[in-house]
């Protein structure tokens, strides 16, 4: 399974971002999918997931300014950013993961994309 993130860089504070991830070499449909983010010097947090019947699970810090959404069809997963701010800079890594239900710890996924970075300016 391949996971390519695309749709970071650089932005101001409150602006919109949305990141993609494609996700090719299996059925898309049967993983729970996630976003997760490590800041500089950091470690890599959960951000927010979706499981297969679209239930979506979002962090305290971005709950209601990010939507994590899939197309099934598209075989994609998407991070709507919006209202962002400095802290949410950091790489952003899709996961993978073959199971029902959405985890936060990293471990219980098994693929994952190479990252890509978000900068958010003051």
């Known amino acids: 399974v391949q996971l390519v993130e695309s749709g970071g860089g650089l932005v101001q504070t409150g602006d919109s971002l949305r990141l993609s991830c494609s996700v090719s070499?299996?059925?898309?449909?049967?993983?729970?999918m996630a976003w997760f983010r490590q800041p500089p010097g950091k470690e890599r947090e959960f951000v927010a997931g979706?499981?297969?019947?679209?239930?979506?699970y979002h962090s305290p810090p971005v709950k209601g300014r990010f939507i994590i959404s899939r197309d099934n069809a598209k075989n994609t997963v998407y991070l709507q950013m919006n209202t962002v701010k400095p802290e949410d800079s950091a790489v952003y890594y899709c996961?993978?993961?073959?199971?029902?239900?959405?985890?936060?710890?990293?471990?219980?996924?098994?693929?994952w994309g190479q990252g890509i970075q978000v900068t958010v300016s003051s």
């Open positions: 996961a993978a993961r073959l199971s029902r239900q959405v985890a936060m710890t990293e471990a219980l996924y098994m693929y």
């Open positions: 070499g299996d059925t898309f449909s049967t993983y729970v």
């Open positions: 979706i499981d297969r019947t679209g239930n979506t």
